[in-house]
């Protein structure tokens, strides 16, 4: 029995070990008119693979690719397209640009300092302090979901200071926030339960 740890390496493990091995039959052959017949066969039953991939555009050049590939671009053949580069295929791409990103507190991100500064510039008022309400509860939730242990509405209120770059200031004895009066107001049943 034969075990594929002890076998050769898939190139391309998607196409499997018998396409690979039609490949290596090819590479083995001495005549290359019979060669360039078995590679055209090869190129068929690769393309049967992917029926669903045959409406891209250069899907033939793709396989004709892969065929390169998988030979080690060691096979010698009348290529219909140029065989790629060994060179391109080994280079790392290139690093992805990404915007410089001075956030405070990255773990609430961009939309809730943007959202700080709208509350900021907004007249005093009900709608104000509603909004700084929602505001702080999102960034509880922010705050929560990467630090995983409880977080203290006394932080929150000190990180939307900072972030407000002091315009926003909120007294904790005023202000509870709703995860915080929701536990409370849960404690208070079960202490009345347990009275009863």
């Known amino acids: 029995m034969e075990y594929n740890t002890s076998r050769k390496k898939l190139v391309l493990p998607e196409y499997g070990r018998n396409i690979q091995k039609m490949v290596e039959l090819a590479q083995a052959e001495p005549d290359r008119e019979k060669r360039n017949k078995m590679v055209q066969a090869i190129i068929a039953i690769m393309g049967n693979m992917n029926p669903h991939l045959r409406?891209?555009?250069?899907?033939?050049?793709?396989?004709?690719?892969?065929?390169?590939?998988?030979?080690?671009?060691?096979?010698?053949?009348?290529?219909?397209?140029?065989?790629?580069?060994?060179e391109t295929l080994l280079e790392k791409p290139e690093q992805v640009p990404y915007k410089g990103n001075n956030a405070k507190f990255k773990h609430y991100g961009q939309t809730i300092e943007k959202m700080v500064q709208v509350a900021v510039d907004m007249e005093e008022g009900e709608l104000k302090e509603i909004l700084i309400?929602?505001?702080?509860?999102?960034?509880?939730?922010s705050y929560l979901t990467w630090n995983k242990e409880a977080v203290a509405d006394e932080q929150i209120f000190k990180d939307l200071k900072i972030i407000s770059k002091g315009k926003i200031d909120i007294n904790i004895d005023e202000t509870i926030l709703t995860e915080t009066k929701e536990i409370l107001a849960k404690n208070k049943r079960r202490r009345i339960q347990r009275k009863k």
């Open 133 to 141: 309400q929602l505001i702080a509860n999102h960034m509880k939730k």
């Open 55 to 86: 409406d891209i555009a250069d899907f033939k050049h793709k396989l004709w690719d892969h065929l390169a590939i998988i030979s080690e671009f060691n096979l010698d053949i009348d290529s219909p397209y140029e065989p790629p580069l060994i």
